[in-house]
């Protein structure tokens, strides 16, 4: 018998290593943005400035005026773990710089072609380097300012099934302006610029967007509130910026400060949420969740603040180095954090609230009988009530695992009914087509659930799952047959674009019109909808656009589908039906009747008689929409 080969351990050569460390810190184009402003800031800039070409694919430039590298350390900026920010361990205690790994440049070089040009104020001439297919050629002087100059280009030209990952020139755009957006709030003593060059393009050619910087930004006096405050307002509409509440306060070597919204400016995700510590921007789950502990009760669920949070604390309070782009960070206690977030953004919206009463929102339009005022009120006194005891605030009694939604598993058996849950999980077969209604009493409970009484026992229905599987499948059959039910607004429908969405919208607008929604880029950052599927009629324009675009740049990469394959009356087929499913499967979720809301008997009726003709044991997320309980199964657990 043949012995198998021995394996063998071997080192692996520098630049596969760089290789596989390039493959988490560059992930797309806005991580090299990412990087070469905080090698920047580090420097000391005051200016930074980006251009980009094609979506960061083809270039990225960042020039910025901080104290440069002497000639003499030039050949080590692309070598992997070579830094300038750590000399010894105990500075990996104390780290004050966005850097620290020395790895970007070596990651950047082993997956692109870098150019790098830098001038120290000693010197009199700059010196300009770069590297291509691993070969780094040595210094040579050339004209130069102070400062530092990187070219990235050409990015995975080597590795051909990275770049395939990448999206569409306006999605990597839009990422890019994000990333830039990120630093700008919180460095308004810095300036900023983002411009897009699209040469190959005649000025008539050009979307509006990128016949000027996306981004120009003069630097403010100093990082004081009014500072943030004025580039709050450069990158978020009025009806946002206008309205921010201001908090601060330190104590106990944390300090925090935060511009939030009033509870009537709500979004319908958390992509406004900015979170920074010491001035990096990052995602914890422990700061979204005092975000919602802050605003819970006092606005809808499923609805999100704008936060922009700045958390100030010594760095033995933290550690940076867990997390390879180091956009997570461990704090060493992660709920002392949480818990003055929340009392401080807490107490500023009581005050707010109490003293001016129209800043209390009006929930959910769909409760209109329930007294969300009063509601909210008692939500204040109770938090009054309770502010000596921190318990009511304090998680500790809910920590871990509770970030699970509060919804009931609606799939799992009573515990002594001693029956499999299986055998009360949705069983297709038994629920279409055979249910012949109207058979019995119909009701609503909670308003979420309907309760109808048929042949063999008794339905129980989530009316939102129900709906939007309705909606869904209406939809999918409208589509396919191309016969959209339009209508046609008298005005325009106006909505407002987040100027980091607005270059995706030449892209997003042959996408709106497959779908049935026909819009145009009306001026800057502003769409126009001129008809919309009569489906979508009770449905907020201006957060359903919002959304929509959130979830075309968050399409995966592998279905390309370029807005040019799908002229309108084009057949629906392998490769372009995923991700347009993806945005029915919203647009139905969208204009589906919610949970919580009241249903007249006839609007119960008229939402089964509709789901007759529908397959709808589960809305098309997949959760279940019915769930059947048959007579012998109530029988056998009366035990008759
Ligand atoms: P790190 O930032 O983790 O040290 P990088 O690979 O990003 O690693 O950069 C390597 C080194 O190159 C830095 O430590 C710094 O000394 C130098 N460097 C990089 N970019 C700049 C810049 N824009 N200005 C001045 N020095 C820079
Ligand atoms: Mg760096």
Redo the contacts with the bound molecule.
Sequence with gaps: MNSPPQIRIRTLPAWLVNKIAAGEVIERPAACVK??I???L??G?TDIQVTVKEGGKKLIR?V?N????LPA?LP??FKSH?????TEEKDLYDIN???????????MASVAQVR?I?KTAAQSDGYAISVDNDKITSPQPVAGVN??T?EIANLFYRTPARRKFLKSDGVELSHITETVTRFAIAYPEISFKLANLTDNLSDKDAPASARQPLINLASVKDDSSQGILQRLEFFYSPAVSSELLWATEEKDNLKLSAYFSVPTQTRPNSKQQFFYLNRRFIRDRVLSRAIYQAYHNLIPSGRYPFVALFIRMPTSAFDVNVHPTKIEVRFRDAWRVHDRIVSLIRGALAQKVLSEPAAMPELSPNQPETPENQRVMQALVDFFANQGNAAQFSPSAQRPGHFTSHYSDGASAPANTGAPAAALAPAPGDLHPNIHRPTGRIFQIHNSYIIEEVADGILMIDQHALHERILYNRFSQQLASSEIYRQKFLIPTVVEIPKSKSMILPEVIPYLKKVGIEAEEFGENTLAIQSAPSLLNNVNFNEFILEFIDAFADLPAETPVQAGDLPAGSQINETNIKPIDKLIKMMACKAAIKAGQPLTPEEIKSLLADAGETDFVTCPHGRPAVRKITLSELEGYFQR
């Design positions: 990087e070469l905080e090698n920047g580090d420097a800039a960042v910025d901080g104290h440069g590298i350390d080590l900026v070579s830094t300038s920010k750590l710089t966005f850097g620290f790994r020395g790895e970007a440049l070596a990651s790098l830098s400062g530092t990187i």
